[in-house]
């Protein structure tokens, strides 16, 4: 079988844009690199269920989403001064796509229109105080999806908090519930487990994984388990990076950014509790990114700074990684998006 997986990279050196490569899970092997789009540092992606593709993009100086059709037809960008997103992710439901700018501590909601192309509806700027981190110098966005009940999840890495909004079918924002995080945590992502009750928050800053209780009543977090994604007696510099449960809701994973390796957790039964199972390098420099793929037999990681992919084997009763491939040139990766 062949699957499709598409690339989001920044384009400071070698890279063009947004990239596609082919998972042979016959030969496991990625073959196959070719650019898919030319598009200014198009660091996350997401597409929709009528094929529509929106990337991070820059134009001219001015940072928002593009918005290409199932062919990879540029339909139109919408850009605001300053930095671009970070994160971008899709609302079937409600036909919006969700945008995170780190740099501007906002939150963007976007419209999808009959044709694919988007349109601003909202956004969200956080005040609350930062935490004591040199790097929280102000409110960070750096995840903005869908919890399981619809509403929309925001991780600032600054304000070292989870917001939680209801979503007006129109794209406007309204603030129903706060968790505020240890002081220098830094929330990057969230993923949630299947059961729709516990989440996983990974702090950039303190490398860590934190178990939350969802509360759908109140769409608030609580915090039931805290633990490192580093092994006992590493000391160098880290930052976490992506965070990935696998669909029976068994196992999580995790990229270190410093460690450069992906860490496995076994997760109990009603996933509130995790046991850390295995590290294993990524044999590159800075995992910014990995997703499960072919059915969740194999992972595929980015190290963005030394341009390579690496592919890994999945056991499924394990949980464990084994490698496959390491020297897959990839230039500039940081985002991993199967199809």
Request: with cysteine.
């Amino acid at each position: 079988m062949q699957q499709t997986i598409l690339l989001g990279t920044y384009t400071r050196r070698k890279s063009q844009g947004i990239y596609q490569i082919q998972l042979d899970t016959t030969a496991k092997a990625l073959t196959n690199l070719e650019l898919l789009v030319p598009e200014t540092s198009p660091t996350y992606l997401a597409k929709s269920q009528a094929g529509n593709l929106y990337s991070v993009t820059t134009v001219d100086g001015k940072g928002g989403c593009s918005a290409y059709d199932a062919n990879q037809h540029f339909l139109n960008a919408v850009t605001e001064e300053g930095a671009p997103l970070c994160y971008v992710a899709v609302d079937e439901e409600r036909q919006l796509v969700y945008g995170a700018n780190y740099h501007k501590g906002e939150v963007n909601v976007y419209r999808i229109e009959d044709d694919g192309s988007l349109t601003a509806t909202d956004q969200v700027f956080h005040d609350e105080p930062c935490g004591s981190n040199e790097n929280q110098d102000k409110p960070h966005v750096h995840y903005t999806d869908l919890t399981p009940d619809k509403r929309l999840a925001v991780c600032d890495l600054g304000t070292d908090r989870v917001y939680t909004y209801d979503v007006s079918n129109e794209g406007q924002l309204t603030e129903v519930g706060v968790y505020v995080a240890e002081d220098g945590t830094g929330p990057r992502h969230l993923a949630f487990h299947p059961n729709g009750e516990i989440a996983y928050l990974f702090g950039e800053l303190d490398s860590t994984v934190t178990v939350l209780r969802y509360d759908a009543t109140t769409g608030s977090f609580s915090q039931l388990q805290k633990l490192s994604t580093l092994p006992e007696g590493f000391t160098g510099a880290n930052g976490g990076a992506a965070i990935r449960v696998t669909q029976d809701g068994r196992f999580l994973y995790a990229s270190n950014r410093g460690h450069n390796s992906v860490v496995v957790f076994a997760i109990d039964k009603e996933g509130t509790y995790l046991t850390p199972e295995q590290w294993i390098s990524t044999e590159g420099d800075f995992p910014r990114d990995f997703h499960l793929a072919g059915e969740e037999a194999f992972v595929v990681c980015a190290n963005q700074n030394s341009d390579n992919l690496t592919l890994y084997a999945r056991d499924a009763e394990s949980g464990h990684l084994t490698l496959l491939e390491k020297d897959v040139f990839a230039p500039e990766a940081v985002c991993v998006y199967p199809l």
